[in-house]
DNA sequence: ATGGGTCTATTTGCATACAAGATGGATGCC
DNA sequence: GGCATCCATCTTGTATGCAAATAGACCCAT
């Protein structure tokens, strides 16, 4: 939606949701339109439009009349919320070893081995980021956009519950061997394995979040 | 969203929504914010936020300032959308064999049943109904809001385009057969075996879809 | 006749103004 | 002292008005 000329609404909403993802505005801060508005130099009604679309994205919670807050999940929310990413990650990566052009193929395997470097040294940052390029030439990979979309936005919501999974011990290197079995299932267009791996591997990525949420609680 | 005390642009959306899906709207006509306003005596406000509130759902496109259509769909686009819902709808399955209550398995063995009986009548209005509540059922058999909302989403989305599928040939009485399957496979809490029996229903219908367009378009 | 350009009219985008519902505190009562 | 009620205030929801951009028509020139 709107790709060249976005609308103030457009760039408040993408400059609201950055404030969620960036953990700048945490889960169940309140978002009031008149705040908002000033804090951006606009009036209410672009800041409105935009809420609202962030609502649709799941991002935010709007009630009537009681204004919107951004999106404060109870552990069995996030759960599903983990549980639906996986099974979008998994359905991407069926789809992708099904429909991967051979070049998309060797990128990705390209992709995969030069994390594998970054894994070993450590550098969880730039992993981190290599990571996120990674799962999203899996959604690309399943020539699917509604999905590929959905992925992503899912992916997008959870953000705020994960941040920092890499901080658990040894999470880099055993992600890296994770994607190296959804790898292999693509390249060799094992459907069913790419899906089966995939699923594991972000299952884990959830084992991760919540051994680094335990620890941080107590 | 907005359970109670629904927002006029609340009701715009669904009121929209409905006219798209019964076909009152069809793919590419033209959405003038006036317009849609005089017409439910409102004024422009709600109706912008009600369209961009759809626009997130993908019902409509919007490009800025140049007005919102109802989403045409390229043909290729018609087939991700049908490839998408599938897969959500077989994740769903493949979940609710995992996650279904027994009583949910009842329920939905009552619904297939009952739907047997209407499949051999030929009652296709009150099937086509049945049917809907029966993937109802099994996305709220998935016990994953997130997953569940977006096939619904899907299904809707997918709706203008596949109007009519049952008037195919024996369409009903196959539907049931599939449907058996995946009963049968949620029943028994066969994950693999749901995701795979729903995609191949899912995957008929759209098949289904793809005659009727043919034998209409001749 | 066709292509380009300008001008007008329509439509969208944003701001402001107004209305109505919700929230929180003070007040009165038990 | 606790509790319910009422009122003031604040926030959200809707309408209207104004500015800017787009699209379409018309005209002119080639």
Redesign the interface.
Known sequence: ??AE???L??KLATAIADGILSGALKPGTRLDEMGLAEQHGVSR?PV??AL??L????LID????KGAIVSKATPD?VE??F??MA??EA?CA??AAISMTPIERRRLQARHEAMLVLANAGQTEAYSDANVAFHGAIYAGS?????AE?AMN?RR?VGPFRRAQFQVEGRLVRSNQEHDAVVRAILSGDAAGAHAAMLHHVSLVEDAFEAFAATNAA
Do not use: F, I, K, W
């Not at 609502?55 to 799941?58: H, N, P, R």
């Not at 709007?62 to 009349?65: F, N, S, T």
């Not at 020539?143 to 999905?147: K, S, Y």
């Open positions: 939606m709107s000329n976005p609308t609404a457009d009604t409105r439009e609202r679309q609502a649709m994205s799941g709007m009630r009537p009349r929310q599903s919320l549980v639906a099974e979008m359905t069926r789809l020539h699917n956009a509604p999905l959905y899912l919501r």
